[in-house]
């Protein structure tokens, strides 16, 4: 139980272009999702927070007109990484939490790999 | 500004031995503390959630231990095997914000056969 995908696993596109990631929990219903990004060597950075059928909260410093989440449903999350540049190369990973979690315990994709040309 | 510290960054150990590392966090925000094991390829698994001061958690050969008054939770891991080969990912989770977990930057395990 508690799987949660995440795709594409990898893309590489070139600088402008926008960039959506799925992230779906297939065996429970998400009511928040997060998003992390990882720099090479660096902890996982929590880049926002999403609950279902409202906005995303976003961490200080990342910009919510780039990084567009959508978390329409109860199983699905997307981030959209709009006109991305060489320096949005990195990796991104979602993960849910159940309604009624006691401790924020989460469940996470496997993680997509941007790479911007 | 939260930091979570993990020592030591990377490990090679032979297969068998037993080892142990290190997760630092501030004990003046603390809710509790979570452990991920993270392999090659695949998504974090939780291994465990602390909360208690004196916490001790065991899963077959691994096994943690919790000091809130500190800061620093030890995982050990009791003669390893090349399947624990992972990067072993601690979390804090505050008070102050405890819908967030904060990562350190993790344990790089490899367990030579």
């Known amino acids: 139980g ?116 | 500004i939260l930091n979570v510290e993990q020592s030591p960054q990377s490990l090679h150990v032979q297969e068998g031995d037993s080892t142990n590392f290190t997760c630092s966090f501030p004990s003046s925000n603390f809710y509790a503390l979570h452990w991920y094991r993270w392999e090659t390829a695949k998504s974090p698994e939780a291994l465990f959630v602390m909360t208690l001061n004196g916490d001790e958690k065991k899963k077959g050969r691994i096994s943690a231990t919790l000091n809130t008054k500190e800061g620093y939770s030890y995982l050990y891991i009791k003669g390893s095997q090349p399947e624990d080969s992972a990067t072993y990912l601690c979390a804090s989770q505050p008070k102050t914000s405890y819908d967030k977990v904060i990562f350190g930057p993790g344990t790089s395990l490899s367990v030579i056969p």
């Open chain 1, 2 to 117: 508690a799987v949660v995908s995440q795709h594409p696993s990898w893309v590489i596109c070139k600088s402008g272009t926008s960039v959506k990631i799925e992230c779906r929990s297939l065996d429970f219903q998400a009511t928040t999702m997060f998003w992390y990004r990882q720099f090479p060597k660096q902890s996982l950075m929590l880049m926002a927070t999403s609950n279902e059928g409202s906005k995303a909260t976003y961490e200080q410093g990342v910009e919510k007109d780039k990084f567009l989440i959508n978390h329409a449903s109860l199983t699905l999350s997307t981030l959209t990484v709009t006109s991305a540049h060489p320096e949005d190369s990195s990796f991104y990973i979602c993960s849910a939490r159940e309604w009624g979690a006691t401790y924020n315990e989460q469940f996470f994709g496997p993680g997509t790999r941007l790479t911007v040309l």
